[in-house]
């Protein structure tokens, strides 16, 4: 269990170093990661109880969690932002391109 804590103590102290210049791939490998150890953790806690230490460390690294989800949205902000200025950008492009056909007439009424 011990391990484990450890594991997840050295994965979280360095995306917190890296958090500012981070990608996406990056926090996302960290997450999957701290899944695993956290699965691990869960099976070691039902075999046998945590300590008084054990969890400090926890609450410790469970510290980190507003820093790393507020770089999660920060990331997710900017992918939202592009994502609409790719589809404004596919909108004033579609609006000058020709909605008729090129073999189409057009007939103007005399008055």
């Known amino acids: 269990m011990d391990n484990c804590i450890l594991e ?3 994965i979280t102290q360095d995306i917190i170093n890296k ?3 981070c990608s996406y791939e990056e926090l996302n490998d960290f ?3 701290r899944q695993i150890l956290i699965d691990q953790l869960e099976q070691h ?9 054990q969890q400090h460390q926890l609450r410790e690294l469970l510290e980190a969690d507003p820093m790393i989800i507020a770089r999660m949205q920060q ?7 592009w ?11 579609s609006a000058y391109e020709a909605a008729y056909t090129p073999d189409s007439f057009l007939m103007d009424r005399r008055k």
């Open 31 to 33: 997450v999957e990661q």
């Open 75 to 81: 990331l997710k902000n900017e992918a939202a932002k």
């Open 8 to 10: 997840l103590n050295k």
């Open 45 to 53: 806690v039902k075999k046998q109880s945590i300590g008084v230490i």
């Open 19 to 21: 958090l500012d210049n």
């Open 83 to 93: 994502l609409q200025q790719r589809e404004q950008a596919k909108t004033q492009r």
